[in-house]
């Protein structure tokens, strides 16, 4: 059974830090990438970063590059996202996901992604 689990969300002000973890299990990650999405009120779900879990290869959308890092841990089959000088516009509910890859590289449509996790509340306001 394929279980995307995401945690690490919060409340936090802008310019704050948060890691979101995404714990897997019930397939086989390295045939896979790993993404993050959200949603934000009243906005449809846009793509924020993916990653292959074989390779380590990574795509981000251009409002988080430099600011947002993802990274994965193979052994304990969880993935991170790294997110640094927060702002009021990543308030969303942040998703994990799992794409059954067949090429080199992920990406981040929404309607392409196989499985997805429940989801975790971030919340940027001062």
């Known amino acids: 059974q394929v279980q995307l689990v995401e945690s690490g969300g919060g409340l936090v002000h802008p310019g704050s830090s948060l890691r979101l973890s995404c714990a897997a299990s019930?397939?086989?990650?390295?045939?896979?990438?790993i993404g993050w999405f959200r949603q934000a009120p009243g906005k449809e779900r846009e793509g924020v970063s993916c990653i292959v879990m074989s390779t380590g290869s990574t795509l981000y959308t251009d409002p988080v590059k430099g600011r947002f890092t993802i990274s994965r841990d193979n052994a304990k089959n969880l993935v991170y996202l790294e997110m640094e000088d927060l702002k009021p516009e990543d308030t969303g509910i942040y998703y994990c996901?799992?794409?059954?890859?067949?090429?080199?590289?992920?990406?981040?449509?929404?309607?392409?992604?196989?499985?997805w996790g429940q989801g975790t509340q971030v919340s940027v306001s001062s």
């Open positions: 996901t799992a794409d059954l890859l067949y090429s080199d590289y992920c990406n981040l449509v929404v309607s392409g992604m196989d499985y």
């Open positions: 019930g397939f086989t990650l390295d045939l896979y990438a």
